[in-house]
C-alpha cells in the first residue's frame, strides 16, 4: 500500500504541474494546447495502468508506466524537473549503542550500512573496539520497499552481504556512471529461503543525470558517481560487508560485547576440533539442516570428512580478517562469520575466504550454511 500511494501522489504531482505549465502558457502558445492535452490523455492511462499493474504486483509494467510518463513530461517541458527525494535523514546513533547488525571485525576495517527507510548508505569504520560513524550518503532503492523475494520484484534484498568485485564503468552500460561493486546476493541463507533473483549492485548512474532524478531502481543501490568514487577507496572485495535494513535498529555496546564473545569462542572451539582429526567432535559443530554451497546435506558432509581425515597426519588453521554480524530480521538467532582460512596438512594446502552461517539453537550456536567468497 505504502509503494502504491507513493506511485500515485507522484502521478498526482505529474498532472498538477502540467496543468498548472498549460493554464500560464495557453494564452501565449496556444499552438501548443494540443501536445499538452495529449500528455494529460496519457499521463491518465498511465495512471490507470499503473494502479491496476499495482493490483496485480506487476512491478515491472508499473516502473515502464511510471518511467514512460516521466520521459513525457520532460520532452514536452524540458526544464521540469522531477521532485526531489525526501531529505536525508542524517543517521542518529544513541550513545553507548551500535547498530543491531555489528558485532566485531578487525582493527581499521569499513563496513557500509544501507537503511531503506531514509534511503541512506553509512560508512562505518570499527577502530579500538567501536564502531564509528564516518559519512552517510543518500542513495536510490528498489521500487518496491519490501524485502526481495522473485525475480522482477523490484525489490532490494535486505540482510547480510558483501561487495565481491568491481567492475569499471568503463566495461559497461552508461548507466552504471563510474562503475559498480556486485553483491553475493542471493548467498546461501537466501536460497534456503527460496528467495529469487540476482544481479543486486552498487552502482553509479547516467554522468548526465543527477541523482535526485532517478526515483527508483530495479533493484541495486544507487549512490552518485563522486560518492562512489569515493567509497570505492575504502571498499576491499570480498572483505567489506554491505547490511542492508529495513530500518536500523540500536543494541547498548556491552550486549553486542557479549554475543561476539560467544561467537569468537565458537570459532576457536570449531577451529580446535578440526585441528584435532577427532571428526565426530568437529562435526558437532554443524546443524542437522546444514547445508553448503557445493550442496552436500549434512549426511553427505560428514561422509565426506570422515573419509578425508583417514588420510590426515595432521591439520593446521590459520585465521584472520574476522567479521561477525548478525542480520537484524532474525532477532540474533542468526549469525555470519567471515575470516580468511589458510589451512595447512600433510597433503593439502589452501587459502579462501569463508562464510559461515549460524543459527542459535537450544544447545548452543550451530553451523548451519558454509561457502567461500
Known sequence: ?????????????????????????????????????????????????????????????????LIQTQKNLEDIVPLFKPPLPEKMVALSIPAGEVPYPFLYTNENTYLLLCQKTSKTLSLFRFAQGKFSLIKTYPCIIGMNDADKKEIGDYATPEGVY??????????????????????????LLDKKEKKKGSG???????????????????????????????????????????VIVDE??????????????????????WKEAWESLNTDKY??????????????????????????????????????????LIPQKYQGKIAFLKFNQSYYSNNFTSDNQKLLYLKREKRGWQIIGESAL
Open 1 to 65: 500500500m505504502k509503494l502504491k500511494n507513493r506511485l500515485l501522489f507522484f502521478l498526482i504531482l505529474l498532472l498538477f504541474a502540467a496543468n498548472l505549465i498549460l493554464l500560464a502558457l495557453f494564452n501565449k502558445e496556444k499552438s501548443k494546447t494540443a501536445s499538452f492535452s495529449n500528455f494529460i490523455a496519457e499521463a491518465n492511462k498511465n495512471l490507470n495502468i499503473i494502479s491496476n499493474s499495482l493490483a496485480q504486483r506487476n512491478f515491472k509494467k508499473a516502473h515502464f508506466s
Open 162 to 187: 558483501f561487495l565481491l568485485n568491481f567492475i569499471p564503468g568503463k566495461e559497461m552500460d552508461e548507466k552504471y556512471g563510474y562503475g559498480a561493486f556486485i553483491l553475493n546476493y542471493p548467498n
Open 200 to 242: 543486486i549492485w552498487l552502482h553509479g548512474h547516467k554522468p548526465t543525470t543527477n541523482l535526485n532524478e532517478l526515483l527508483v531502481t530495479e533493484g541495486c543501490v544507487v549512490i552518485s558517481n563522486d560518492s562512489l568514487k569515493e567509497l570505492a577507496n575504502f571498499i576491499k572485495p570480498s572483505v567489506t560487508p554491505m
Open 248 to 269: 536500523i535498529e540500536f543494541r547498548t555496546q556491552k550486549s553486542q560485547e557479549e554475543i561476539s564473545g560467544e561467537l569468537q569462542s565458537f570459532l576457536n572451539s
Open 283 to 324: 562435526l558437532s559443530f554443524y546443524a542437522p539442516e546444514f547445508v553448503n554451497s557445493e550442496g552436500m546435506n549434512y549426511e553427505t558432509f560428514k561422509g565426506y570428512k570422515k573419509k578425508v581425515n583417514r588420510n590426515k597426519k595432521f591439520i593446521r588453521l590459520k585465521i584472520k580478517q574476522e567479521v561477525i
